[in-house]
């Protein structure tokens, strides 16, 4: 079992930014997919950015160019950096992580983007 503990998050303005963090509680392997997803209230989750066991990086067309994922591998942590937020950024951010055919969430953590 793995478990995930999301961190940061919180209120901004439009055209600000915030940066996440995941850090898992074992090691995660570079055959895993890692990422983000949100959720809109009454809307479907979704994927905002990933990184693939094929060693690809997946970015939701959304947030291309306002938003980096990374990570650390030593600290089995991955990263969220987002900029120039819009008010439809807003969502409840859930860190996902899929290792040896299961998969983890984290809690979430709410993000609001507004003046």
């Known amino acids: 079992q793995v478990q995930l503990v999301e961190s940061g998050g919180g209120l901004v303005q439009p055209g600000g930014s915030l940066g996440l963090s995941c850090a898992a509680s074992a090691r995660i392997f570079a055959s895993s997919t890692m990422g983000w997803y949100r959720q809109a209230p009454g809307k479907q989750r979704e994927l905002v950015a990933q990184?693939?066991?094929?060693?690809?990086?997946n970015y939701a067309d959304s947030v291309k160019g306002r938003f980096t994922i990374s990570r650390d591998n030593a600290k089995n942590t991955v990263y969220l950096e987002m900029n120039s937020l819009k008010p439809e950024d807003t969502a409840v951010y859930y860190c996902?992580?899929?290792?040896?055919?299961?998969?983890?969430w984290g809690q979430g953590t709410q993000v609001t983007v507004s003046s």
């Open positions: 996902n992580l899929v290792q040896w055919f299961r998969s983890y």
């Open positions: 990184f693939t066991g094929g060693g690809n990086i």
